[in-house]
């Protein structure tokens, strides 16, 4: 399992908007094949959230990030976040990627 955990500040103001368009783009990427999940939610810090990401193998997370949605809502998702985000990888519980 290939899991990916990406951490960011949202622009003042703007988290209410996020949360809408992160929702609406979650349904997607939960449907698509080889995911086992996605969830995000705000951290301790305020106006930071969380978005966490799983997928059966690095084919199935490669998939997702060429999929036609993402290409549609990625770039505005992407400019509500204030700044880069800390995006992590990692392959849960020493599973081997397929």
């Known amino acids: 399992m290939l899991t990916v955990l990406l951490i960011g500040r949202i622009k003042p103001g ?3 908007e ?3 368009k992160i929702a609406d783009l979650f ?3 939960s449907e698509e094949p ?3 999940g996605v969830t995000w ?3 301790e810090v305020p106006g930071q959230y969380a978005l966490i990401e799983r997928y ?3 084919a199935a997370l490669l ?7 993402m290409k549609e809502h990625g770039p505005s998702l992407s400019e509500l976040f204030d700044g880069s985000p800390t995006i992590v ?3 849960e519980n020493g599973d081997l990627l397929a």
């Open 41 to 43: 939610g705000l951290t």
């Open 56 to 58: 059966a193998d690095s």
């Open 34 to 36: 080889g995911c086992h």
């Open 63 to 69: 998939a997702h990030r060429t999929s036609s949605h």
């Open 14 to 16: 703007r988290e209410l």
């Open 18 to 20: 996020f949360e809408k």
């Open 89 to 91: 990888r990692f392959i």
């Open 27 to 29: 349904r997607l990427v």
